[in-house]
């Protein structure tokens, strides 16, 4: 497309791209700065890096290609209780990683649910760890972010394609390669990309549920240069290769991401004509909802008993992490929008890759680094909560601009031209017609990153002190001090709480605007 | 900035001592200053004699402690530094961080006392810990060659698990390596730290986790639960000595000896049983609570010194990830 | 006088060659095969699209290089002219001032402009309540109030029934006379050239001709458009 000018400066969105860039960076090189002497890159970090490209590139692959027939069930039918669900469905994502790990363990796990049932039958219990549980794991954390953003392709096609499509009496088949093919052509890549990014760094869910140092991740070999070995400079270097990696598999996306945009429809609710039995479409459902819903069920049911009793203390955690979320929320948002319009506006490279950084950063690196920065100058655990939420922010970003980025572009395809032909300026289309537009996308976004901030335990246990502690934080040390019972209510009451904030800002973002 | 976090309304705590007392700070783990550990009981008793404002900072957990203590090096703003281990005091000294002490005490401690720079404020064995009723192994050598499983915690980002290879080594020596090779089928999973490691062997997930013998202290006077014990190992337990030291570049001397001092007195002691869930380095006055006389007590104690445990570790590690990486 | 200075436009491998005149309050159609570049034409004028060499210019002002909303033109496209989040009279106002609150005096001509063109009640609809024929004349009201010398038209009324297209071509061509407006107008149809384009532009094989009178070279079409006319 070789127009001239763009209804909106992109400058804003590259300066915050620059700004995350680096904070990114340059905690990383304060790091490296302060190390003396490193043994550098061991031969067992070949063996860590090997394996989390392993479970990454697996994890990655699976939720995405589960995610596509999901999805897909859930944008062509309608029954009572689908948003309820679609809500419902993006919890795992925004699980506190222990939590989680003890709901997939309640249901998989040797006295588990399934194991239970096995038992009845004579059979023996599964057994979880290994590769595969690792995978299962990531596959439960991040299917409902991979269908989330591939249902949100599917809305995103015209109404009148569908249409179009039903009136040309297009098989399911055909229709899946004329219409959604190419949306997905276009979406799955950066899903793919974000997916194996969040499980590069993963590691207590690698470590606990691949059974053994086995599955011993490259953050892992960070945390153990840090505090085994002191080892600053191989940290350094362990996270410079985690970001290079990440930085890799974003190219690659973006390469293979057909960027088309899909043309405006006028504002009708998506309806289709598909003829296809429902019968498949609720298999798939069925089958995430089981997968997805059931460790949800129990973590609610353990945090029930002690849901009653949670010391006061709690709450005030609580209340903590409600205002750090909003907090990163905010932060996420005025990063996150400017860097949206400047991609949709054709600036991709350079503020993609920025904001996909933030994946790959490994926490540890990110949290040490500004506590070297920040250290000379302020009391770091004055800024404890400023800090995590500044963290959490550049944490979401990635998942912010996969949601916002997409439908700034379709904004600008849509209105562009309109806009500059009445002489509207950037900052005017920007406020009245870009966030108009993209209010769903805005509040999804809001939602996700609050529900995030709220259930990361992020970098405060770096900086707080006796007084400060976020609600994931006060569930460690809950169960540091054996109350496992106390632990189980508060992370269902963090449960609630991210849930309530996901809810209420997606709601808010898709009032009148059907989903 | 500090402001705009004040405005949030967000500061909790602002401290009821007077603006011009002088501040004690003392970096510690995490649980130590959870709401659930010692801290708030120790901050309050010692505040009450001292005239100062103590300050406790919480830093993950030993291992992560020390790092902080590196990092910051000679400008660090900790006056004290507690919660690390003999496993990690050899790594602590080279540091050439800490400052010696001048505190004496009448030890309850397994072993005799001599370390000049590091004073021990609790301690407590190592063990496995298990639902009572079964048959349980009598040692790492029939636990390995039983079908009982385990959960442990990675040496690599826990001071247990980093304990638990001390102990089969000190135990096994050389045979170390065969004995983690044959211990690999009973491991269910490693895990970041005991917390975790805990809370997967009460959901069923093995039968038996590494803890410390005083667990069970917990449940039994907490919970009123009788039902979990500690497993007894005729090679003996290693121990784990709690210690704090002084760092050399306080400018808070006096009141550092004062806390490190007081640390080993009653007040400070009767804290420790009920809130850290481990043995008063120093016995108070009224003894130890009620439900404590039920534990086990080893046979014999293993403790490789400081300067053997900081050699060691580094071998033994390396034995492990060889072992349990197959 | 509109005139295209020796153009050349270029959209990947395809170009358009352009090198003529118009004379101002004529109203013009742009004719020719599909893919022949007509509305690349339009978008080259309005700003949206680069010259590759050549000039543009306006009673003498050189257009070239100004920027869309700088150019003395209104434009209408083939869709996405109102914006449906925005009702009838804001999507209006934006035409009178896109960047500032309206004073009242601009408001009244907002109002004044929706009556011209019949909806004096629908203001505070949304684009979405509307039919069809209503939104194109939202679309007008806001050209009405954008007061620009040129209005260029790619086929915003191809979805409409061909009597409401004929309606909306003589409100064009009413408000164009009212308002003393050039029009250029893509069309496929040759019936809405001899509605109320005098003049229309031949587009074909990379080359936009001269200007010839619409009647003419509709009844003597050559090759390259009678094949494009089939029957007609």
């Keep these: 497309m070789a127009w001239r000018t763009k209804p909106l400066s992109p400058y804003p969105g590259i300066g915050a791209a620059v700004l995350v860039a680096a904070f990114i960076l340059g905690t990383l090189v304060a790091v490296g700065w302060q190390a003396d002497g490193s043994k550098g890159f061991a031969a067992s970090d070949w063996v860590a890096l090997r394996f989390t490209l392993k479970q990454a590139t697996l994890s990655a692959l699976i939720s995405v290609f589960l995610a596509i027939p999901v999805a897909r069930a859930l944008a062509r039918r309608r029954f009572w209780g689908r948003r309820v669900l679609i809500a419902l469905l993006g919890a795992p994502f925004i699980l506190p990683v222990i939590v989680a790990i003890f709901g997939l363990l309640q249901v998989f796990g040797r006295s588990g649910w399934i194991s239970d049932i096995l038992g009845v039958f004579g059979l023996p219990p599964i057994r979880i760890y290994g590769l595969h549980g690792v995978v299962l794991a990531h596959v439960f954390f991040n299917l409902p972010l991979a269908t989330r953003l591939i249902l949100q392709g599917w809305q995103e096609i015209p109404a009148e394609r569908f249409r179009l499509a039903a009136q040309l009496g297009l098989s399911g088949r055909v229709m899946f390669r004329q219409i959604e093919w190419p949306m997905l052509q276009r979406v799955a890549p950066g899903v793919l990309a974000v997916i194996f990014a969040i499980c590069l760094t993963s590691f207590a869910v690698a470590l606990t549920l691949g059974g053994g140092p086995r599955a011993t991740t490259v953050e892992l070999a960070i945390y153990q240069a840090f505090t085994y070995d002191f080892d600053l400079g191989r940290a350094a270097l362990l996270s410079a290769i985690q970001l290079g990696l990440t930085v890799t598999a974003a190219v690659i996306a973006l390469k293979l991401s057909n960027q088309a945009g899909f043309g405006a429809g006028m504002d009708k609710p998506v309806q289709r004509w598909d003829s296809v039995s429902p019968i498949r479409d609720f298999f798939w459902i069925f089958l995430a909802t089981g997968f997805l819903l059931l460790p949800l069920s129990s973590v609610v049911f353990s945090g029930l008993v002690g849901l009653f009793e949670l010391p006061s203390l709690v709450f005030r955690a609580a209340g903590v992490s409600i205002m750090v979320a909003g907090a990163s929320t905010c932060i996420l948002l005025v990063l996150a929008l400017p860097m949206a319009a400047a991609i949709g506006a054709g600036t991709k490279g350079l503020v993609e890759i920025a904001g996909i950084l933030g994946l790959a950063a490994s926490p540890l690196v990110l949290g040490t680094g500004l506590f070297i920065l920040v250290r000379p100058y302020v009391n770091p655990s004055d800024l404890a909560l400023l800090v995590t939420a500044l963290v959490n922010a550049i944490m979401a970003l990635p998942f912010a601009l996969r949601i916002l980025a997409p439908a700034a572009r379709d904004v600008i395809v849509s209105h562009g031209r309109l806009a500059q032909s009445l002489n509207m300026s950037g900052r005017v289309f920007f406020v009245r017609i870009m966030l108009a537009r993209m209010r769903p996308q805005i509040g999804f976004a809001a939602g996700l990153a609050a529900a995030l901030s709220m259930g990361d335990l992020g970098v405060i246990s770096l900086f707080a002190d006796a007084q400060t502690a976020t609600l994931p934080l006060q569930i460690y040390r809950l169960m540091g001090a054996y109350k496992m019972d106390a632990a189980a209510g508060a992370a269902l009451l963090l449960l609630c709480l991210s849930m309530g904030a996901f809810w209420l800002l997606d709601r808010g973002g898709r009032r009148h605007a059907e989903v | ?326 | 006088m509109l005139k295209f200075d020796n153009c050349l436009i270029e959209n990947g491998a395809f170009q358009l060659k352009a090198d003529f005149q118009i004379m101002p309050l004529s109203s013009v159609a742009i004719i020719g095969p599909s893919g022949s570049g007509k509305s690349t034409l339009l978008e080259a004028l309005a700003g949206f699209r680069s010259l590759t060499h050549g000039a543009l210019l306006w009673k003498d002002q050189d257009l070239t290089s100004l920027h869309p909303g700088k150019r003395p033109i209104a434009m209408l496209f083939q869709d996405g002219n109102l914006f449906p989040h925005l009702t009838v009279f804001q999507n209006v106002a934006l035409g009178m001032q896109a960047n500032k609150r309206l004073t009242n005096e601009e408001v009244s001509q907002v109002e004044m402009a929706l009556v011209r063109v019949g909806l004096a009640d629908m203001g505070l609809r949304k684009p979405a309540e509307l039919s069809g024929g209503q939104r194109s004349r939202v679309a007008l009201a806001r050209v009405l109030v954008q007061r620009r010398e040129l209005l260029l038209l790619d086929e915003p009324f191809a979805a409409l029934g061909p009597a409401l297209k004929a309606e909306m071509l003589d409100l064009v061509a009413d408000l164009a006379k009212e308002t003393d407006t050039t029009v250029l107008m893509v069309s496929h149809d040759p019936n809405d050239a001899r509605r109320i384009a005098s003049q229309t532009v031949l587009v074909a094989e990379g080359v936009a001709h001269q200007p010839q009178a619409t009647a003419e070279l509709l009844d003597n079409p050559p090759a390259v458009l009678r094949d494009y006319l089939g029957g007609a």
Excluded at chain 2, 250 to 264: G, I, R, Y
């Design chain 2, 1 to 326: 900035m500090k402001h705009l976090i004040l405005a949030a309304g967000i500061m909790s705590a602002t401290s009821a001592v007077a603006a011009d007392a002088p501040v004690l700070t003392v970096y510690t783990y995490d649980s130590f200053v959870s709401d659930w550990g010692p801290g708030p009981q120790v901050k309050a008793a010692f505040e009450a004699v001292c005239a100062c404002e103590l300050n406790l900072v919480g830093v993950e957990d030993g291992a992560a402690l020390l790092s902080r203590v590196r990092l910051e090096g000679k400008n660090t703003d900790a006056d004290i530094v507690l919660g690390l281990d003999t496993n990690l005091t050899a790594a602590a000294n080279e540091t050439g961080l800490f400052a010696p002490h001048s505190v004496t005490a009448d030890y309850a401690l397994p072993i005799e006392w001599t370390d000049t720079t590091f004073v021990p404020f609790d301690w407590g064995y190592f063990s496995f810990i298990a639902n009572a009723g079964a048959d349980f192994p009598a040692n790492f050598a029939e636990l390995a060659a039983s079908d009982t499983s385990i959960v442990i915690q990675d040496p690599r980002t826990s001071t247990p698990g980093l304990g638990l290879l001390l102990w089969v080594k000190a135990a096994y020596g050389d045979e170390a390596l065969a004995i983690w090779a044959d211990l690999s089928d009973n491991i269910v999973t490693v895990t970041k730290g005991w917390s975790e490691a805990y809370g997967l062997f009460l959901e069923g997930e093995a039968d038996m986790v590494l803890s410390y013998t005083t667990s069970p202290a917990y449940h039994l006077i907490a919970e009123d639960d009788a039902s979990k014990v500690a497993v007894s190992f005729d090679e003996g337990h290693y121990a784990q000595i709690e210690v704090a030291a002084k760092l050399a570049s306080t400018d808070q001397s006096e009141l550092a000896d004062q806390f490190l001092a007081f640390m080993v007195s009653d007040a400070f002691q009767n804290i420790i049983p009920t809130t850290n869930w481990m043995y008063p380095a120093v016995t108070p006055a009224n003894g130890l609570p009620d439900g404590f006389e039920t534990l086990i007590t080893p046979k014999s104690t293993l403790l490789l010194d400081a300067a053997m445990a900081g050699e060691m570790r580094d071998k033994a590690l390396t034995e492990w990830l060889g072992a349990l990486s197959r």
